[in-house]
């Protein structure tokens, strides 16, 4: 979110922000953080398969990308497994953290307590045939998304 006290029609109202009116700023970026592609949100995203909007926003930044064999790093905002599995056949890996809150995770994953430092690898429940789900204890449990 970048701060904009003008007048613009497409600026974006976020509630809990410190700053809650501006520009939002999508952006891909290389791992030595340089910008490679970016847009400004405008309130309308076209639909590259009914995925939600974030999953829009990561199609529509990895346009030129797909089909490459590139490797994708997310955080838990933009990770999802629709929007794993649509990479994966559009030839791109994922990886990142995933909210266990999730539609698509089942309550057995939710609930399984695991002990401080202990991971379970591939659990029956959140895995598939064409990739792996990995859930780990910290602090806290993480879940992780990996293709």
């Known amino acids: ?9 497409f600026r974006q109202y976020i ?3 410190r700053h809650k009116y501006g520009l939002k700023l999508y952006s891909l970026c290389d791992p030595h953080g340089l910008i490679l592609k970016f847009f400004l949100y405008w309130g309308v995203l076209e639909d590259f ?9 990561v199609l529509k930044l990895m346009l030129d990308k797909l ?17 794993e599995t649509a ?9 990142g953290t995933l909210r266990m809150d999730r539609k ?13 430092g202990k991971q379970s690898v591939g659990m029956p ?13 910290y602090r806290t449990n993480v879940g992780l998304l990996s293709s």
Do not use: Q
Not at 2 to 9: A, P, Q, S, T
């Open 67 to 83: 089909n490459v064999g590139h490797s994708l790093f997310m955080d838990n905002y933009y990770n999802s497994f629709p929007l």
């Open 49 to 57: 398969g009914g995925k939600g909007l974030v999953a829009n926003v």
């Open 15 to 17: 509630k809990g922000k």
């Open 104 to 116: 698509y995770i089942s309550p057995e994953v939710k609930s399984a307590k695991l002990k401080k």
């Open 125 to 137: 429940k959140m895995s598939c045939a064409e990739n792996g789900r990995t859930s780990g204890l």
């Open 1 to 9: 979110m970048i701060l904009w006290h003008g007048r613009l029609y």
């Open 87 to 95: 990479l994966l056949r559009l030839g791109t890996y994922c990886t």
